[in-house]
Nanobody
Framework: QVQLMESGGGLVQAGGSLSLSCEAS?????????MGWYRQAPGKQRELVAT????????KYADSVKGRFTISRDNAKKTVYLRMNDLKPEDTAVYYC??????WGQGTQVTVSS
């Protein structure tokens, strides 16, 4: 059914930037659903990074990424994005895309070196 295809992960140095994309192919009601990004660092719990409402008007960020990360979506493309600036080593984690917490991507690794 719904397949979340993530891309954009990789290795960057502290202070660098990276952009993630998540295509929700097969999502019939993508334009009605909340989308979000979560991350899980080694040895830590999965945590919310950012969410964006169906129409894009309601956006929330974790305190740790406010001012550095930007979430956006293109409903015509059924895609949600996460622009990450001024990356820090503590941002190192597997980043997961989710459609209303029901469907999840496989995750993409983001590694920030110091």
């Amino acid at each position: 059914q719904v397949q979340l295809m993530e891309s954009g992960g990789g290795l960057v140095q502290a202070g660098g930037s990276l952009s993630l994309s998540c295509e929700a192919s097969g999502s019939i009601y993508f334009n009605l659903y909340l989308m979000g990004w979560y991350r899980q660092a080694p040895g830590k719990q999965r945590e919310l990074v950012a969410t964006i409402s169906a129409g894009g008007a309601d956006i929330k960020y974790a305190d740790s990424v406010k001012g550095r990360f930007t979430i956006s979506r293109d409903n015509a493309k059924k895609t949600v994005y996460l622009r990450m600036n001024d990356l820090k080593p503590e941002d190192t984690a597997v980043y997961y895309c989710t459609e209303r917490g029901v469907h999840w991507g496989q995750g993409t690794q983001v590694t920030v070196s110091s």
